[in-house]
């Protein structure tokens, strides 16, 4: 974790090199992506006439190594790395800047003395109901699975979508839901791998488009970004 990263002068830039702030609701939608797609590969979309925009380095929150390296070692000069053990939670603001650390070579040499090469993991994440996820396409495309399965729900509070659809974000606290388990197994099992199709769909949607213009481009230097 980076210590109080969340109320730092420097956040704004980071925001800004990632192509995201998560402070505010950014309604992107998809023409408005693919021209940040477009602009972080140093193309241009064909027909843009207009003064050439500033090309955006990244879309991604994991992004910040490449995009800024200075702001992401001021993030590390705030660093505090956390012994976890299993069961220990971590209370802190969703806006606070955070990675995973890498695995040390005594980490890597036991699992290897286990046979294992590839190590899985994962973070749960509480929030409230009243949170209500973000809008726009960029975010949902990238980052939200239920709107990934279904779109109307971007912008939506996650007790509205829980009413809807069950077996998003079951109730945890004070008293976990009586049927989490079957409300986890159909998520995994329908709603998962509904969106997963859709994901699919999408990535590929952009990776045609930006193709299409890398082409456009070959055969029309005149329209390449300087």
């Not at 800024?68 to 053990?85: F, I, Q, T």
């Not at 990934?148 to 945890?172: E, M």
Request: net charge positive; charged share 30%; glycine share 6%.
């Amino acid at each position: 974790l980076s210590r109080g990263s969340h109320k730092t002068e420097w956040r704004h830039e980071a925001y800004e090199s990632i192509g995201q702030d998560r402070a505010v609701d950014g309604a992107m939608d998809k023409e408005e992506l693919f021209e940040k797609m477009i602009g972080s590969l140093g193309l241009k979309p064909n027909g843009d006439d207009e003064e050439e925009k500033k090309p955006i380095q990244g879309i991604g929150t994991c992004t910040l190594n490449t995009s800024n390296p200075d702001v992401r070692a001021k993030a590390e000069a705030g660093r505090v790395e956390l012994h976890l053990n299993k069961g220990d939670c971590i209370l802190a603001t969703r806006l606070l800047f955070h990675r995973t650390s890498q695995v040390t070579p005594k980490g890597l040499k036991h699992y290897a003395s286990q046979g294992k090469n590839l190590l899985h993991r994962y973070s749960l994440r509480y929030v409230p109901g009243t949170a209500r996820l973000p809008s726009g396409f960029a975010h949902t495309m990238f980052a939200d699975t239920s709107v990934q399965c279904h779109p109307q729900y971007a912008g939506q509070s996650l007790k509205n979508i829980s009413r809807k659809s069950p077996a998003w974000y079951p109730k945890t606290w004070p008293v976990v839901d009586a049927n989490i388990d079957e409300k986890l197994d159909r998520l995994a099992s329908r709603e998962c791998a509904r969106a997963q199709i859709n994901a699919q769909a999408n990535r590929e949607e952009f990776v045609r488009l930006v193709e299409q213009v890398r082409q456009e481009q070959r055969d029309d230097p005149s329209q390449k970004s300087t």
